[in-house]
């Protein structure tokens, strides 16, 4: 399949990962539905790349928020893609403290919410509209890309809460692609390591130059396009199916 001529909707297209996969599928030649809660981002971007993209605010818990993404999809198409790339929440917290203090039920619920559960809610509803396009000669209506980390095989100190919710949705993708083979529909999943990110760009000079010296090569942060490529190389790709691809420069996390 191909990308050109097809319509893509990216979760937490506004920035990061999803910016640069919106911004890699445009150049591709697809029209692309901005779905991110971040407005003023969102109509920034979809404004710079005119009629190939659109902006829709959503809320990957919401069903009628999804549903106003699907809509503003069929305006512009068919629906063949999709990548789950939201972000915007994380708890650093032991299982029990060193004071003996249990870690909060509300940040391991609220992260399990947002990664997890967030991801089934799109790629569901999204797969349900994907499905109703019409199959190509081999039988393929589309993919969705999912978005784990390698924090789901490697979690650190205090990660507790994001490794499930990572695990989660790497465990997700076999099960969804054998689920919805049936409908000519594939899942893959991206396990990024750690990518130069605007939350990353917070952290400072010196705290980046220590997590790019942990990266054994390219001894750098990954880069979003890096990300967007491998992205855009799945959608085109009708043989990659099922599997949780590391996208890493062979790191591994350590215990912190």
């Not at 049936?182 to 220590?210: D, H």
Request: aromatic share 6%.
């Amino acid at each position: 399949m191909t990308l050109a001529g097809s319509v893509a909707v990216v979760t937490g297209g506004a920035g990061g990962l999803g910016e640069a996969v919106v911004r890699e599928f445009v150049k591709a030649g697809a029209k692309v539905v901005i779905s991110d809660l971040s407005e003023e981002r969102g109509q920034r971007l979809a404004e710079e790349l005119g009629d190939a993209a659109v902006y829709v605010p959503t809320d990957v818990l919401s069903d009628e928020s999804i549903a106003g993404a699907i809509e503003a999809a069929r305006g512009l198409g068919t629906l063949r893609y999709a990548v789950v790339a939201h972000g915007g929440f994380g708890v650093a917290e032991r299982v029990v403290g060193r004071d003996h203090t249990p870690a909060t039920m509300a940040g391991f619920t609220k992260t399990i919410e947002l990664y997890l559960t967030g991801t089934y809610n799109v790629l569901r509803l999204l797969a349900a509209e994907i499905a109703s396009a019409e199959p190509d000669d081999d039988g393929q209506r589309g993919a969705v890309v999912t978005t784990s980390s390698i924090a789901a095989f490697e979690g650190q100190i205090g990660q507790s809460a994001y490794a499930a919710a990572k695990g989660g949705v790497a465990g997700l993708t076999l099960a969804a692609a054998r689920d919805l083979a049936v409908l000519g529909i594939r899942v893959v999943c991206i396990a990024p390591g750690t990518f130069m990110t605007p939350a990353m760009e917070r952290v400072g000079e010196e705290a980046l130059a220590k997590f790019g010296a942990s990266v054994p090569n390219p001894s750098r942060l990954g880069r979003p396009a890096e990300y967007a490529a491998l992205a855009r190389h799945i959608c085109e790709n009708d043989y990659l199916n099922g599997e949780t691809i590391r996208i890493d420069g062979a790191q591994r996390f350590q215990p912190r």
